[in-house]
């Protein structure tokens, strides 16, 4: 099956922790992108990355890091400096260039608590 | 920047009755694409349009791209339960832009 799989689904993690959250894709997609929901809230960017080895901030970067060492997979690590990090986290991939293909699918999320 | 007002925020209506949401732009877009998430669940693409005017139908869902470029409607005919969770509207103003999100429509069906 083609998809998006994001793991885990439950993470806790003590205060002054960092922790890093998983997506990995089988689409053959480009682009890769976090996205973090709180509860009533919509989706806000947290990184995206276009091509291998290349990524950019979103609008809510500070206190995250990014990596895109293989087209297939985008982890997320939530630093200790992330004030607030306590949040639903969503991974999305889309193929890149083509007007066709704006489509962009989600994985099933990860919610993070900070005890 | 680009913002997208999506509206009602909320609805709670009665099985069986018909459902529509809609999202405006400030700017224009050349793709709307509409999604549902269910509680605890990652979004689920339901319609995607690409040409101003299109009316697009999944099954009991029929969506729209308005002809200003600027507005897309969702409707939901002949509600049932497992229609309950958030809808969300997105869209693009160009294919190499991000994807813009609304706030989402949350619906809740009385049986």
């Known amino acids: 099956d083609g998809g998006i799989t994001q793991s885990p689904k439950y993470l806790f993690r003590k205060e002054g922790q960092n922790v890093t959250l998983s997506c990995e894709q089988n689409l053959n997609h480009d682009a890769m992108y976090w996205y973090r929901q709180d509860p009533g809230q919509g989706l806000r960017l947290i990184y995206y990355?276009?091509?291998?080895?290349?990524?950019q901030k979103g609008d809510i970067a500070e206190g995250y890091s990014v990596s895109r060492e293989k087209k297939e997979s985008f982890p997320l690590t939530v630093t200790s400096a992330q004030k607030n990090p306590t949040a639903f986290y969503l991974c999305?991939?889309?193929?890149?260039?083509?007007?066709?293909?704006?489509?962009?699918?989600f994985g099933p999320g990860t919610r993070l608590t900070v005890l | 920047g680009q913002q997208l007002n999506q509206s009602p925020q909320s609805m709670f209506i009665q099985e069986g009755e018909d459902v529509s949401m809609n999202c405006t732009s400030s700017s224009i877009f050349n793709t709307w694409l509409w999604y549902k998430q269910d509680p605890g669940e990652g979004p689920v693409l339901l319609i995607a349009l690409y040409k101003a005017g299109e009316l697009t139908s999944n099954g009991r869902l029929t969506a729209q791209f308005g002809i200003t470029r600027k507005d897309s409607f969702l409707n939901i005919s002949a509600s049932i339960p497992s229609d309950v969770g958030i809808y969300f509207c997105a869209g693009y103003g160009g294919s190499q832009g991000n994807l813009i999100f609304g706030k989402g429509t949350k619906l809740s069906v009385k049986p």
């Open positions: 999305a991939s889309r193929a890149w260039g083509a007007s066709s293909y704006n489509e962009q699918f």
């Open positions: 990355s276009q091509i291998v080895n290349d990524f």
